[in-house]
């Protein structure tokens, strides 16, 4: 069974500048999170989708943060434009129910953001 | 959301047993306790999950006692490929099952 992909796995950007960061979760999956971690905090909850539909986006920072998840498959985070405080690893997660109880959530390795 | 507290580093040596206790004074009742590892450069990798009293899987233990404020991971017989970053984390499943993390436990084993 594939895993969580995430890409880029890096990206350096300019401030100003969009970037777009793209999770494909575990086929079958319909909960889909994203978290981040900036530097030296906590890893941080962003947004939660059942499918295409977003159930949770409380830890989102800002409205220059726009999630979707295209069709219920895979989801893309966009940030746009880009300051130096969003520099850090985006993190993305999947689960077939909202937390199994046995498996937990699969992550992907993390996409690595340097806004410069 | 109160996140929980847990040491910021332990050291061990290959074949010990390790204990990892995490605090979470005030969970709610609808809350789980998750546990996690990391390592540099992956994300973070689902070990054991539970409620109340003792959860075992292949791999570890979970001990939550009777109050809930508290728990208590085992690692049984580590190995230098246990380093890691292990993180105690709320699963707040009356919000969608979205996760709380904390600082997390660096755990260094040496041979």
């Known amino acids: 069974e594939a895993g969580v992909t995430q890409f880029p796995s890096h990206s350096v950007i300019e401030k100003g500048q969009t970037v777009t960061l793209r999770c494909d979760p575990i086929s079958g999956h319909d909960n889909l999170y994203w978290y981040r971690r900036v530097m030296g905090k906590e890893i941080k909850f962003l947004l939660h989708f059942v499918k295409e539909s977003k159930q949770d986006e409380s830890g989102m920072p800002n409205n220059r943060f726009l999630a979707e998840r295209t069709g219920g498959t895979y989801s893309t985070l966009k940030v746009q434009p880009a300051e130096l405080e969003d520099s850090g690893v985006y993190f993305c997660?999947?689960?077939?129910?909202?937390?199994?109880?046995?498996?937990?959530?699969?992550f992907g390795s993390g996409t690595r953001l340097t806004v410069v | 959301l109160a996140k929980t507290t847990q040491p910021i580093s332990m050291d061990s040596y290959e074949g010990q047993e390790v204990n990892i206790t995490c605090s979470h004074n005030?969970?709610?009742?609808?809350?789980?306790i998750t546990w996690y590892q990391q390592f540099p450069s992956q994300g973070p990798r689902f070990i054991i999950q539970g409620y109340k009293t003792k959860v075992t899987n292949e791999v570890a233990s979970l001990f939550i006692p009777a109050d809930r404020k508290s728990s208590t991971l085992s690692l049984p017989r580590v190995s230098l490929s246990d380093t890691a970053v292990y993180y105690c984390l709320r699963v707040i499943y009356n919000q969608g099952g979205k996760l709380i993390f904390g600082q997390g436990t660096e755990l260094s084993v040496k041979p």
């Open positions: 997660a999947s689960s077939q129910g909202a937390g199994d109880f046995n498996y937990g959530y699969t």
């Open positions: 005030n969970i709610a009742t609808n809350d789980y």
